[in-house]
């Protein structure tokens, strides 16, 4: 069972998410509560998977991300939001969420959308992330992160592509046939080099790059959408 903690101050949000997800055999929401409650309800149920809303009136969003990052054992945290553009949604990843979601996400997606946080995936609202693209972190010029990009071999590559779609280490082993230590080490190569902490932040790197509308080498299989 995946362990979920619901963290939002309208109580109607944290009762539809927590019925949806509770709907999912193999989720359970050990709780849903206000920001205030939060981080003691992360330390006394031990969740691995928070979504957290980035806006509440008692406690701001960023200020709980970053008390859970601080944590001996964080779980991973995901941002609701339901604006389409929050500037606050680049300082969340910046300090270690693992995505974002609108709270309007269709409801028959969120249980696939917690269980690829669990597995380690990356969660990118498509609504909103061509515009943290263009803002995020100041990341500069487009031929910047074309330049690190360019850093990576095309295996590295091909599991960057696949870290955008939301994969996680064990799906990109069985999708490239490779094993999970395996694309464990490309992982860490390929933040290395692309100077980055997390793989949201590769996603969103090669997104601003254009790594998925650039055509692929021969040797490199399929391009990439």
């Keep these: 069972m995946i362990r979920v903690l619901v963290v939002d101050d309208e109580a109607l949000i944290r009762t539809g998410f927590e019925h949806i997800l509770n709907s999912a055999d ?8 206000p920001g205030g409650r939060a981080v003691h309800t992360v330390r006394e149920l031990r969740p691995e998977v928070v979504l957290l809303d980035i806006r509440m009136p008692d ?15 964080p779980p991973v945290v995901a941002m609701l939001t339901t604006f389409d ?13 693992a995505g974002f979601l609108l709270k309007d996400t269709d409801p028959e997606q969120l249980p696939y959308l917690v269980r690829t946080l669990a597995a380690g995936g990356v ?25 690190l990009v360019d850093r990576l071999t095309e295996r590295e590559r091909d599991v960057l592509v696949l870290i955008t779609e939301g994969l996680s280490n064990t799906d990109i082993g069985d999708r490239m046939h490779l094993s999970t230590g395996t694309v464990k080490d490309h992982v860490s190569a390929l933040l290395t080099k692309l ?10 790197l090669a997104e601003r790059a254009g790594l998925l509308r650039r055509p692929r080498s021969a040797g490199g299989g399929r391009e990439a959408g």
């Excluded at 406690?59 to 054992?73: F, I, Q, S, Y």
């Excluded at 498509?126 to 263009?134: E, I, K, L």
């Excluded at 100077?195 to 969103?204: D, F, N, P, T």
Aim: no cysteine; proline share 1%; charged share 25%.
């Design 26 to 33: 193999d989720i359970d929401v050990v709780a849903a509560v």
């Design 59 to 73: 406690v701001d969003g960023l200020t709980v991300l970053a008390e859970l990052r601080r944590l001996a054992r």
């Design 85 to 97: 553009m929050d500037e606050y949604v680049a300082a969340a990843l910046r300090s270690g969420a």
């Design 123 to 147: 969660v990118l609202s498509s609504r909103v992330t061509r515009t943290v693209v263009d803002g995020y972190l100041d990341n500069g010029p487009r031929e910047a992160a074309v330049r």
């Design 195 to 204: 100077e980055v902490g997390s793989r949201v932040q590769a996603a969103l």
